[in-house]
Nanobody, 116 residues
Framework: QVYLEESGGGLVQAGGSLTLSCAAS????????MGWHRQGPGNSRELVAS???????DYAESVKGRFTISRDTAKNTMYLQMNSLKPEDTAVYYC??????????WGQGTQVTVSS
C-alpha cells in the first residue's frame, strides 16, 4: 500500500509563493512516476507536475516556469515549489504515485487558495 500525505497548503496573495510537501512511504519512491495533481472548483483533476524514478520532470503548460517539483529520497518526501501564484491556481493539490501502466494513487489533498 502506498502512503502519501500532503501538507503546506494555505491562503496566499496573487504573486506569492507556497511550497507543498508530500510525505510518502519508501515504497512510493519505487514507483515509476510521482507527481502533483490539482482539482479546482468545477474542474476535473489535472496533472501539473511529475517526476520519474530517474529524476526527469515534466510540467503542465499552465505552470511551466512557475512551479518546480523535487524530491528528497533520504527523507521520503516530495515537494512542489509554487511561485508567482495566480488566482486560477486555486485548487486542492494531491500528491500521487503510479507504476508504469498503472493507475495513480493519491493522497487526501491540501487546499491552496490564491486571492487576487
Amino acid at each position: 500500500q502506498v502512503y502519501l500525505e500532503e501538507s503546506g497548503g494555505g491562503l496566499v496573495q496573487a504573486g506569492g509563493s507556497l511550497t507543498l510537501s508530500c510525505a510518502a512511504s519508501r515504497y512510493a519512491f519505487t514507483y515509476n512516476f510521482m507527481g502533483w495533481h490539482r482539482q479546482g472548483p468545477g474542474n476535473s483533476r489535472e496533472l501539473v507536475a511529475s517526476i520519474t524514478r530517474g529524476g526527469s520532470t515534466d510540467y503542465a503548460e499552465s505552470v511551466k516556469g512557475r512551479f518546480t517539483i523535487s524530491r528528497d529520497t533520504a527523507k521520503n518526501t516530495m515537494y512542489l515549489q509554487m511561485n508567482s501564484l495566480k488566482p486560477e491556481d486555486t485548487a486542492v493539490y494531491y500528491c500521487a504515485a503510479r507504476l508504469k501502466g498503472g493507475n495513480w494513487n493519491w493522497g487526501q489533498g491540501t487546499q491552496v487558495t490564491v486571492s487576487s
